[in-house]
């Protein structure tokens, strides 16, 4: 054989090793997998599957939930059956099912309700409440006392639902074993009870302490979770939205962004949420001080916060002054 024909034909074979190794439908991470291992992953299809697609799909992998929201399956597949499941037609994109974790948290279950700002001074006491407003709370859970949570009238839990999606088999409740969740729901909506009475000197209450709350724990124990979690339960927030008047949803909690926001399940998922007329609130992440890549805290925000159709929320330290001129970036990252 001559010698530019063999070059031809090793140069053909390089270019289609890296073809296969580089695979479009494939995310980046799951490339170069070692074979036999199993991995969570969320298959993207171009058609939503019926019963009997799923069930023809099950020969490639467990079948682990419904994520019809964003035409998806959750499923646990060995690895050496991903690129032979990506050349399936209706496959459009199979992505890693990405652990999430709760933002930087310093307390525990009893923490209790805490807000940094009490906005009656300047907005008044009533019309900016949250009365009749439904917010999904995508967290660790609430705790199962929730006294701070009453309506006006102190008659009744402003609670109107508690889900949970953690499928860890000792971790089925919809209560908070981590604390996260209650710390947050207390940011959101907590009336301020505790902080009233002559031992006191001002009061400390939710932004909006009259709204409902809609709890869909999507953190375990230790304040982590997966994609798939929290993407079935932004499905179910927008099943509930009319029947709960959801109209805003937080999600404190994210992971490093690993590819573009039009890929990415999660992003995918608070996209159908805004189109579904929901308010997505999202953390930014706790690293903007965070300067172990050399920039300066820049592209740092954590997805889901990356996604345009979120609001998302950084935070100041505003060194106890009212004046904006000095405040500066507040670091949770060790330094």
Request: with cysteine; hydrophobic share 35%.
């Amino acid at each position: 054989m001559k010698r530019n024909s063999l070059t031809a034909i090793m140069l053909s074979i390089s270019i289609l090793g890296s073809a296969l190794a580089e695979n479009p439908k494939l995310h980046d991470s799951l490339s170069r997998l070692e074979p036999g291992k199993d991995v969570d992953v969320i298959v993207r299809f171009r058609v939503t599957p019926t019963d009997a697609d799923l069930s023809y799909y099950s020969k490639y992998g467990r079948h682990n939930a419904e994520l019809s929201t964003i035409r998806s399956s959750a499923m646990t597949v060995k690895s050496d059956r991903l690129a032979v499941l990506a050349e399936d037609p209706n496959v459009e994109y199979i992505a890693p099912d990405s652990p999430v974790h709760a933002t930087t948290f310093t307390g525990g279950p009893d923490y209790g309700w805490m807000t940094a700002l009490d906005i009656t001074n300047n907005f008044g006491t009533a019309a900016y409440d949250g009365t009749g407003v439904g917010v999904a709370i995508l967290d660790s859970g609430l705790r199962a006392a929730q006294d701070q949570l009453q309506n006006s009238a102190g008659t009744a839990s402003r609670i109107l639902y508690l889900g949970n999606f953690v499928t860890t088999q000792n971790q089925k409740t919809t209560n908070d074993l981590y604390g996260h969740g209650t710390h947050v729901a207390g940011i959101i909506g907590s009336d301020g009870s505790r902080s009233i009475g002559a031992n006191f000197t001002y009061w400390i209450r939710g932004i909006a302490p009259n709204a409902n709350l809609i709890s869909l724990r999507v953190l375990d124990s230790t304040g982590s979770g997966q994609d798939s979690w929290v993407i079935s339960a932004i499905q179910t927030a927008i099943q509930l939205k009319s029947q709960y008047n959801i109209r805003v949803m937080n999600l404190s909690l994210g992971r490093p962004v690993t590819g573009p926001c039009a890929q990415d399940p999660l992003c995918q998922a608070i996209q159908q949420a805004w189109n579904a007329g929901i308010v997505v609130v999202v953390a930014a992440g706790n690293d903007g001080r965070n300067n172990s890549a050399g920039t300066k805290g820049y592209g740092t925000i954590s997805a889901p916060g990356n996604s345009p159709y979120a609001i998302t929320v950084g935070a100041v330290n505003g060194v106890g002054t009212l004046s904006r001129a000095d405040d500066k970036i507040t670091s949770y990252f060790p330094t």
